[in-house]
């Protein structure tokens, strides 16, 4: 016989009270429902979020990125993150709507120039996100124009298995982040190739709707 759970009145096999628990955090403590509801991500107390998988944007979200520089091939709601983030930021866009945004956000509609707009700021970058057109042919010019201690973010990884393969025979370390996003019901994965030099570390690990609990007798010395 299986176990049943009251709540509130209602006895719920313990399987569906556990399911219900786990919907409840996404809707709230993640912010899901109201990312639907507006069609625009954002978290539980309405701030706009990049639409990365919920995995990396925790990663990505823990570390004091103020003082980065950061490009973006391809805007979006991520523009507004990572300008938030008090960073130095740059990106390219294909789509007029996003220039008024912010007014580092260049417009190429050519190949070409899309890929190599990078390179049109003679410096090196802490952030480089891939996710927009021609991904595969903006690997080179991100990989030319990262700091040696930089990132690169792929999204959509799992979608594009060419531009991951490239990447991953770079010198950069790749760590996928598979997960579910904010306004997408199927599991996906945004990746990060990391330099091998890279130094900044996450001001906290403790995950969207975790618990801080108190220290365990196993994390100090016992013998």
């Known amino acids: 016989m299986n176990d049943y759970i009251d709540a509130n009145g209602v006895y719920l096999p313990i399987e569906e009270f556990h399911l219900n628990f786990l919907v409840h955090k996404l809707r709230t403590e993640y912010g899901f429902i109201e990312s639907s509801r507006k069609n625009i991500p954002v978290d539980k107390n309405n701030n706009i979020v990049p639409m990365y998988t919920y995995p990396c944007y925790e990663y990505i979200n823990s570390i004091d990125w103020k003082g980065a520089s950061v490009f973006e091939y391809g805007t979006g709601y991520s523009s507004v993150f990572w300008s938030n983030k008090k960073v130095n930021y740059y990106g390219v866009e294909d789509k007029v709507e996003w ?58 990884s799992d979608w594009h298995k060419n ?50 609990r108190k220290q365990d007798r196993t994390d100090t010395k016992q013998i």
């Open 99 to 156: 220039l008024q945004k912010n007014k580092n956000i260049s417009l190429e509609k050519e190949p070409l120039g899309y890929v190599n707009s990078i390179s049109k700021h003679n410096k090196k970058f802490d952030v480089i996100v891939i996710d927009g057109l021609y991904r595969y042919d903006c690997v080179k010019p991100a990989l030319n124009n990262l700091k040696n201690d930089g990132i690169i973010i792929l999204d959509n």
């Open 163 to 212: 531009t991951k393969e490239l990447l991953d025979k770079s010198n950069l370390i790749p760590v996928h982040f598979h997960g579910f996003k904010p306004l997408h019901v199927d599991s996906e994965t945004t990746s990060c190739y990391i330099s091998r030099r890279f130094k900044k570390k996450p001001i906290s690990i403790v995950p969207i709707a975790g618990t801080v």
